[in-house]
């Protein structure tokens, strides 16, 4: 149990770039959701091979997590998009894996406007 003082994104994602706390009074419960530092990765290809580990991850989180490196927009089924994906991929294509979580390729990139 973590007290109302210690829910706090210092404390509680002290790394992080952004995060969202919430404490609950009745059930003593902090819940916080951490995310960055914002790290610049590679340009992913369908073809190149990647491992892919999800817990309990919406189908958006995961679609918005891989499509921030894939050279290709990935689509994410917006009657799926809260569905709650859990697997375990290793050594496969990045295409097999957006067709097993369902997800769906888009159309090339477009280039960031500044």
Known sequence: MTSQEDCNCDDQCAESTSCICLYVYD?????CDCFGPIVITPTLRLA???AVNTREATLASLGES???SCAVELLIPGTRAS?????SIRDATLQYVVENVGLVV?????????
């Open 66 to 68: 891989l499509g921030r």
């Open 27 to 31: 059930t003593g419960r902090c819940t």
């Open 48 to 50: 190149d091979r990647v």
């Open 83 to 87: 569905e709650r994906v859990s697997v």
């Open 106 to 114: 888009g159309g090339p990139r477009a280039p960031q406007k500044d």
